[in-house]
């Protein structure tokens, strides 16, 4: 669906929340492509969420690993660093 992307670009930041999450487009993705990563992290409310539906993905839209990095931006807030397909890397900020 999404044509074919610099490989690790930063495409989606997505901010994880107890009650709600919203995605942001940081690699000028059109409305369709945002629209549809909207509606493949909706339900995405933990980490554990995440890693779940990232060992669900098929072969070949992640890498073999779900989580890239983790980024320490304090004692309290941490980006996770999640690739995923066609060279798209969405970023989730964890409180």
């Known amino acids: 669906m999404f044509e074919q992307r610099a490989a690790n ?3 989606v ?3 994880a929340g107890i009650e709600n999450m919203a995605v942001t487009n940081r690699a000028n ?3 369709v492509e ?3 990563i909207e509606k493949e992290v909706a339900d995405h409310r933990s980490l ?3 890693l779940r539906w990232g060992l669900s993905q ?3 839209a992640r890498l073999p690993q779900v989580i890239a990095d983790v980024i320490v931006q304090d004692e309290y807030s941490h ?3 999640v690739p995923w397909r066609a ?3 969405l970023v989730y900020g964890a409180t």
């Open 9 to 11: 670009r930063i495409a």
């Open 13 to 15: 930041a997505a901010f």
């Open 29 to 31: 993705l059109s409305s």
């Open 34 to 36: 945002m629209a549809s």
């Open 48 to 50: 554990e969420q995440v």
């Open 58 to 60: 098929t072969a070949g």
């Open 79 to 81: 980006d996770v660093i």
């Open 87 to 89: 060279g798209l890397v």
